[in-house]
């Protein structure tokens, strides 16, 4: 069965320090990958995700993710966060070409970013 | 992107109620729609699979009898919870598989219900 692991439960950083969030998955398949993020009190957006090809996925908002195969992560970087990127951030892998396989979601990492 | 709208967004019930959530892919065609659970704080926890005319495929743990699920249609998906009780209190979000590109689940708004 496929899982996700997000290391950091609760990220606290300053404005403009850069952001790396840890994402690694469990899944001997070829998978897609994704991030999502969660504002307070909103629903989930759709940050990025990885299909195929370069393995450098750039997201919105300044957001960008490297998928790195051999490790089986898919980690989330910012060079500079703003305090408007306060928010839960979502992992999510699922299987290419299965028919039914859903998301599978990390349990999160909140961020915290302080003026 | 593909578009999921869900309805009610909020919903408050008395316990004992039962309330019906809406889950539509509004630009395309979803045979598969899934169905997932947020506790506050939490992450999101898959509650079943709803395939277009067949049964739904429940999570280990998820009462069928409960959370009844119904895909009549290849665009529309409803989750009834039966007899609410608030412990039910939560975020229920559906999503729904495009199967036009690598099954890309597109994510509707989320639905916040409140058992009294």
């Known amino acids: 069965a496929q899982s996700v692991s997000q290391h950091n439960h609760h990220v606290i950083l300053s404005e403009a320090a850069s952001l790396e969030l840890g994402c690694n998955y469990s899944?001997?398949?070829?998978?897609?990958l994704f991030w999502y993020v969660q504002y307070p009190g909103q629903h989930l957006q759709l940050l990025l995700k990885?299909?195929?090809?370069?393995?450098l996925v750039k997201g919105i908002k300044g957001f960008e993710a490297e998928f790195i195969k051999s490790k089986f992560s898919f980690n989330l970087r910012k060079p500079s966060v703003q305090w408007s990127d306060t928010a839960e951030y979502f992992c999510?892998?699922?299987?290419?070409?299965?028919?039914?396989?859903?998301?599978?979601f990390g349990k999160g990492t909140r961020l915290s970013v302080i003026a | 992107g593909a578009v999921v709208s869900q309805h009610p967004s909020r919903v408050i019930c008395k316990s004992g109620t039962s309330v019906k959530i809406e889950c539509r892919s509004l630009?395309?065609?979803?045979?598969?729609m899934f169905w997932y659970r947020q506790f506050p704080k939490q992450s999101l926890m898959l509650m079943a699979t709803?395939?277009?005319?067949?049964?739904?495929?429940?999570e280990q743990g998820v009462e069928k009898d409960k959370f009844l699920i119904n895909h009549a249609s290849l665009t529309l998906s409803t989750l009834t919870v039966t007899s609410a009780h608030p412990e039910d209190s939560s975020f229920y979000i559906c999503?729904?598989?495009?199967?036009?590109?690598?099954?890309?689940?597109?994510f509707g708004p989320g639905t916040r219900l409140t058992v009294l």
């Open positions: 999510a892998v699922n299987s290419r070409n299965s028919g039914n396989t859903p998301l599978v």
């Open positions: 709803s395939n277009e005319g067949s049964k739904a495929t429940y």
């Open positions: 999503s729904a598989r495009d199967p036009g590109l690598f099954n890309e689940q597109f």
């Open positions: 630009d395309f065609q979803a045979t598969t």
């Open positions: 990885y299909f195929s090809g370069d393995p």
């Open positions: 899944y001997g398949g070829t998978v897609n």
